[in-house]
C-alpha cells in the first residue's frame, strides 16, 4: 500500500513539472518575436507613425504637408532668425497659418529677435515675444547660429549663447518646460577650404559669410561647442535638442560624451549624409551608438519647403526622401550617395525605428502630440 502511495506521489509530481513546464514555454512564445517580426520592413512605412521634427515650411503653399499626411508623419516647423530667405515675423505667419489649416498634422517653433541686444530691455522683449508666441500655439523655441557667428555686443565682441545675458530668458524656458532647439555654430567642415569639403561645398560657396575658413577673425568651432556646453552647465534642467547632431556631426564619440554628461539633452538627425558617412566607415559603431542612444535621437530632415508651380514633383520627391531615410533605419541594404559613395543601412530594431521616429519627438516635445497652446505659459 505504501509503495502504491509513493508511485502515485510520484506520477502526481512528475505531472505538476509538466504542466509547470508546459505554462512557462507558453509565455515565452507570447513574448518572443520571430525574426520578421523584430524588424520593420519597407512596406510598414506608411502604417508607422512618424514625426519630422526639423522643418522650414516658408511657404503657404500645402503639397508637401498634404504628402506628409500620406506618409502618415506630424511636422515641427521651426522659424529662424536668420537674415536671409523669408523674414522671422513672416515665417511665423506662415507656421500659424499651417497650424491651424493642419491641426494635429503641423506644429511649430518659436524664435527670439536679437536684433535689439544692446538695449536695456532686450530680455523682457525677448520674453514677451515668446509669451505671445506660445499663445499663438508655439510648443518650443529656436535659437540659431546668429549667436556665436553674427550677433556682437557694444564693444564689438561676438556674443556666444552662454552669455549671462541670455539666463533670464533660458531660465524662463526651463522653469516652464519649453524645449530649445539650438543650431549653434556649424559643420566642422565650416572651417576647412571648398576643396577639402566632402559634403557641405554646395552651402558655403552660396553662402561664403558663414564660411569660417574665410574668417578667421571669427569665433573657432571649439569655442561655439564650449560655449554650448557652458550653456548646459548654467541650465541642467534646460530640456535642450541640439540639431543637427548637436553640431557634433563629425565624430559620434564626441556626441556620445555631451549625451553622456547633459542628461536633459537629446540631439535632432538633420546631417544624414553625416550618418552616411558613419556608416560607411564603421557600421557596427554606427548602429551600436543608435541603440545605444536611442532615447535621445530625433528624426529630422531641416528640409526648406517654398512655393512650387509643380506640387506632384514636390510631392514625389518628399515621399522619395523620407523612403530612403526609412530604408537606412529599418534595411542593411547597401546603399549610395554621391558624395559619400556606399553604405549599409542600420536595420534597426522595431522599438529603436519607434522611438527616433515618434516616441522620442513625444517625450522632448510633449505638446506634439496635441498640438494645444502652452495657454498656462503666456500669463
Given at each position: 500500500m505504501i509503495n502504491f502511495l509513493i508511485f502515485l506521489f510520484l506520477q502526481l509530481l512528475a505531472l505538476i513539472v509538466f504542466l509547470q513546464s508546459c505554462t512557462n514555454t507558453s509565455k515565452f512564445a507570447a513574448v518572443t518575436k520571430t525574426p520578421e517580426q523584430a524588424f520593420y520592413a519597407l512596406e510598414d512605412f506608411k502604417s508607422v507613425k512618424k514625426a519630422d521634427t526639423h522643418v522650414h515650411l516658408n511657404t503657404s503653399d500645402t503639397p508637401y504637408i498634404s504628402q506628409a499626411r500620406e506618409d502618415n508623419v506630424r511636422l515641427?516647423?521651426?522659424?529662424?532668425?536668420?537674415?536671409?530667405?523669408?523674414?522671422?515675423?513672416?515665417?511665423?505667419e506662415i507656421a500659424i497659418q499651417q497650424i491651424n489649416a493642419f491641426p494635429g498634422r503641423v506644429v511649430y517653433a518659436t524664435t527670439f529677435s536679437v536684433d535689439n541686444w544692446n538695449k536695456n530691455d532686450w530680455q523682457d522683449e525677448a520674453i514677451a515675444s515668446i509669451k505671445n508666441s506660445l499663445g499663438n500655439g508655439a510648443i518650443a523655441v529656436k535659437v540659431w547660429k546668429n549667436i556665436g557667428m553674427q550677433l556682437k555686443d557694444k564693444n564689438g565682441k561676438f556674443v556666444m549663447i552662454d552669455n549671462p545675458r541670455f539666463d533670464p530668458i533660458l531660465n524662463y524656458l526651463a522653469e516652464n518646460q519649453v524645449p530649445l532647439i539650438a543650431h549653434l555654430g556649424e559643420p566642422r567642415?565650416?572651417?576647412?577650404?571648398?576643396?577639402?569639403?566632402?559634403?557641405?561645398?554646395?552651402?558655403?560657396?552660396?553662402h561664403p559669410e558663414y564660411h569660417m575658413y574665410l574668417h578667421p577673425e571669427y569665433p573657432s568651432y571649439e569655442s561655439q561647442v564650449k560655449a554650448r556646453d557652458n550653456m548646459l552647465e548654467k541650465h541642467p534642467d534646460l530640456r535642450f535638442i541640439g540639431a543637427h547632431l548637436a553640431s557634433l556631426e563629425w565624430s559620434l564619440d564626441e556626441l556620445s560624451k555631451r549625451l553622456d554628461r547633459f542628461p536633459n539633452m537629446a540631439a535632432d538627425l538633420a546631417r544624414m549624409s553625416d550618418l552616411y558617412v558613419h556608416s560607411k566607415k564603421d557600421w557596427k559603431k554606427t548602429r551600436d551608438f543608435f541603440i545605444k542612444y536611442q532615447d535621445r535621437l530625433l528624426y529630422a530632415t531641416d528640409v526648406q519647403v517654398a512655393a512650387t508651380k509643380d506640387p506632384l514633383a514636390m510631392k514625389k520627391q518628399a515621399h522619395d526622401s523620407r523612403i530612403r531615410y526609412w530604408t537606412f533605419f529599418t534595411t542593411d541594404e547597401q546603399m549610395n550617395e554621391p558624395e559619400v559613395g556606399e553604405f549599409q543601412g542600420l536595420k534597426l530594431p522595431r522599438e529603436v525605428v519607434d522611438k527616433i521616429y515618434?516616441?522620442?519627438?513625444?517625450?522632448?516635445?510633449?505638446?506634439?502630440?496635441?498640438?494645444?497652446?502652452?495657454?498656462?505659459?503666456?500669463?
Amino acid at each position: 500500500m505504501i509503495n502504491f502511495l509513493i508511485f502515485l506521489f510520484l506520477q502526481l509530481l512528475a505531472l505538476i513539472v509538466f504542466l509547470q513546464s508546459c505554462t512557462n514555454t507558453s509565455k515565452f512564445a507570447a513574448v518572443t518575436k520571430t525574426p520578421e517580426q523584430a524588424f520593420y520592413a519597407l512596406e510598414d512605412f506608411k502604417s508607422v507613425k512618424k514625426a519630422d521634427t526639423h522643418v522650414h515650411l516658408n511657404t503657404s503653399d500645402t503639397p508637401y504637408i498634404s504628402q506628409a499626411r500620406e506618409d502618415n508623419v506630424r511636422l515641427l516647423d521651426i522659424v529662424d532668425d536668420r537674415p536671409f530667405g523669408v523674414p522671422m515675423k513672416k515665417q511665423e505667419e506662415i507656421a500659424i497659418q499651417q497650424i491651424n489649416a493642419f491641426p494635429g498634422r503641423v506644429v511649430y517653433a518659436t524664435t527670439f529677435s536679437v536684433d535689439n541686444w544692446n538695449k536695456n530691455d532686450w530680455q523682457d522683449e525677448a520674453i514677451a515675444s515668446i509669451k505671445n508666441s506660445l499663445g499663438n500655439g508655439a510648443i518650443a523655441v529656436k535659437v540659431w547660429k546668429n549667436i556665436g557667428m553674427q550677433l556682437k555686443d557694444k564693444n564689438g565682441k561676438f556674443v556666444m549663447i552662454d552669455n549671462p545675458r541670455f539666463d533670464p530668458i533660458l531660465n524662463y524656458l526651463a522653469e516652464n518646460q519649453v524645449p530649445l532647439i539650438a543650431h549653434l555654430g556649424e559643420p566642422r567642415e565650416c572651417w576647412l577650404p571648398l576643396d577639402q569639403m566632402v559634403l557641405n561645398k554646395g552651402y558655403y560657396s552660396q553662402h561664403p559669410e558663414y564660411h569660417m575658413y574665410l574668417h578667421p577673425e571669427y569665433p573657432s568651432y571649439e569655442s561655439q561647442v564650449k560655449a554650448r556646453d557652458n550653456m548646459l552647465e548654467k541650465h541642467p534642467d534646460l530640456r535642450f535638442i541640439g540639431a543637427h547632431l548637436a553640431s557634433l556631426e563629425w565624430s559620434l564619440d564626441e556626441l556620445s560624451k555631451r549625451l553622456d554628461r547633459f542628461p536633459n539633452m537629446a540631439a535632432d538627425l538633420a546631417r544624414m549624409s553625416d550618418l552616411y558617412v558613419h556608416s560607411k566607415k564603421d557600421w557596427k559603431k554606427t548602429r551600436d551608438f543608435f541603440i545605444k542612444y536611442q532615447d535621445r535621437l530625433l528624426y529630422a530632415t531641416d528640409v526648406q519647403v517654398a512655393a512650387t508651380k509643380d506640387p506632384l514633383a514636390m510631392k514625389k520627391q518628399a515621399h522619395d526622401s523620407r523612403i530612403r531615410y526609412w530604408t537606412f533605419f529599418t534595411t542593411d541594404e547597401q546603399m549610395n550617395e554621391p558624395e559619400v559613395g556606399e553604405f549599409q543601412g542600420l536595420k534597426l530594431p522595431r522599438e529603436v525605428v519607434d522611438k527616433i521616429y515618434q516616441l522620442n519627438a513625444e517625450k522632448w516635445f510633449p505638446a506634439i502630440v496635441t498640438g494645444k497652446k502652452l495657454t498656462a505659459l503666456t500669463n
